[in-house]
């Protein structure tokens, strides 16, 4: 069975950091595209960032540029998202994804996790 486990949402102060992780299991992802993607209550979800097989190629929302850092181990069969200088409007359920090819800003994935909360007040 084909499993995402996120972990490392929480409730956080504007402006500080937290660390998402995303282990997978049942299949190797290390040529698959892996992503987060976000949904805020009331909206729909939407694409945070993407990294590819080999890590060096990305893409991030523009929304959050600049302060998150997408990254992978293939060894580990994981992804990660470190979040800094995070602002309540950052306030939503992280998802973990993954699909076979690279194609930044979609919303099309194979595979997804069951959702970490990240939380972040004024």
């Known amino acids: 069975q084909v499993q995402l486990v996120e972990s490392g949402g929480g409730l956080v102060q504007a402006g500080g950091s937290l660390r998402l992780s995303c282990v997978a299991s049942?299949?190797?992802?290390?040529?698959?595209?892996m992503a987060w993607v976000r949904q805020a209550p009331g909206k729909e979800r939407e694409f945070v960032a993407i990294?590819?097989?080999?890590?060096?190629?990305?893409r991030y929302a523009d929304s959050v540029k600049g302060r998150f850092t997408i990254s992978r181990s293939n060894a580990k069969n994981a992804v990660y998202l470190q979040m800094n200088s995070l602002k309540p409007e950052d306030t939503a359920v992280y998802f973990c994804a993954a699909r076979g090819s690279y194609y930044p800003t979609t919303l099309l994935y194979d595979y997804w996790g069951q959702g970490t909360q990240v939380t972040v007040s004024s």
């Open positions: 049942g299949r190797d992802f290390s040529a698959d595209a």
């Open positions: 990294i590819a097989w080999g890590g060096t190629l990305t």
